[in-house]
């Protein structure tokens, strides 16, 4: 059984389909791209798992558990985290505080009265945690407002992490880098996914980082699926050529 099941998802705005009956597989410790033009419904495909906006039709299904009628905090508790294609922090906060912020959303017994002070260090333990894995400690208090972007986009991965999430749900991850704060990035990232201990589905434009980071490439054109293979197959497919990906190979 996959980790995560879509079948037949569709999202319609009046006389928009944004999503069109969307099928698709991630087994656990797969790492999952979603490529296509702008306005192919990738993002909207990430509303839709995630709970941000409701389903037209369609199910979603989380380690074989139904997710339709849950919102997105109970999708989060349940496994799932994500990042945003606009970077989504606190500012004011340090780097630090965002992360154990993220990370007491998801412990049980995050906000009793009695017993606070185990919580917030557990939190604080696993913010510490992900921001090493995705080298930040060395700025983990400066304020989050006053990072590099690449160091925010990387931040806002940290935060995600530090829920220890089944399912990573990355949007658009380099959006805004420079070639050099893309090359770190995927670096970091690289590293991240190395061993199958994270199941990732990961949004992304730069082909360069897609064809290194994933595992298996889906491609959305229109809201609908025109492809879904490993990336030499992707890379090759006529259709594929057409819609998007143009004379890259």
């Given at each position: 059984m996959?980790?995560?099941?879509?079948?037949?998802?569709?999202?319609?705005?009046?006389?928009?389909?944004?999503?069109?009956?969307?099928?698709?597989?991630?087994?656990?410790?797969?790492?999952?791209?979603?490529?296509?033009?702008?306005?192919?419904?990738?993002t909207s495909l990430f509303h839709l798992i995630t709970g941000v906006v409701p389903a037209t039709s369609g199910q979603v299904r989380f380690d074989g558990r139904s997710l339709t009628?849950?919102?997105?905090?109970?999708?989060?508790?349940?496994?799932?985290?994500r990042t945003f294609q606009l970077t989504s922090l606190f500012p004011e906060m340090t780097a630090r505080e965002n992360c154990r912020i993220?990370?007491?959303?998801?412990?049980?017994?995050?906000?009793?009265?009695?017993?606070?002070?185990?919580?917030?260090?557990?939190?604080?333990?696993?913010?510490?945690?992900?921001?090493?894995?995705?080298?930040?400690?060395?700025?983990?208090?400066?304020?989050?407002?006053?990072?590099?972007?690449?160091?925010?986009?990387?931040?806002?991965?940290?935060?995600?992490?530090?829920?220890?999430?089944?399912l990573l749900l990355?949007?658009?991850?380099?959006?805004?880098?420079?070639?050099?704060?893309?090359?770190?990035?995927?670096?970091t990232l690289s590293g991240l996914f190395t061993g199958g201990r994270l199941t990732v589905l990961l949004v992304e434009h730069d082909m360069e980082v897609v064809f290194r980071l994933a595992q298996k490439i889906m491609v959305m054109h229109r809201g609908s699926v025109i492809a879904d293979d490993v990336p030499s197959v992707v890379k090759e497919d006529a259709a594929v050529q057409a819609a998007y990906l143009g004379g890259y190979a």
């Amino acid at each position: 059984m996959a980790l995560l099941e879509v079948d037949g998802l569709t999202k319609r705005y009046g006389g928009v389909t944004a999503v069109n009956d969307v099928t698709m597989r991630v087994q656990d410790g797969e790492i999952r791209a979603v490529i296509g033009p702008n306005g192919a419904g990738k993002t909207s495909l990430f509303h839709l798992i995630t709970g941000v906006v409701p389903a037209t039709s369609g199910q979603v299904r989380f380690d074989g558990r139904s997710l339709t009628g849950l919102s997105s905090y109970q999708r989060c508790q349940a496994g799932l985290s994500r990042t945003f294609q606009l970077t989504s922090l606190f500012p004011e906060m340090t780097a630090r505080e965002n992360c154990r912020i993220a990370a007491q959303a998801r412990l049980p017994r995050r906000w009793q009265p009695y017993g606070g002070a185990a919580v917030l260090r557990e939190a604080a333990a696993r913010g510490d945690e992900a921001m090493e894995r995705l080298g930040l400690t060395e700025v983990a208090s400066r304020q989050a407002g006053l990072l590099s972007h690449g160091d925010q986009r990387l931040l806002e991965v940290a935060m995600a992490l530090a829920q220890r999430p089944r399912l990573l749900l990355l949007d658009e991850p380099t959006q805004g880098l420079s070639v050099e704060e893309t090359l770190t990035a995927v670096e970091t990232l690289s590293g991240l996914f190395t061993g199958g201990r994270l199941t990732v589905l990961l949004v992304e434009h730069d082909m360069e980082v897609v064809f290194r980071l994933a595992q298996k490439i889906m491609v959305m054109h229109r809201g609908s699926v025109i492809a879904d293979d490993v990336p030499s197959v992707v890379k090759e497919d006529a259709a594929v050529q057409a819609a998007y990906l143009g004379g890259y190979a």
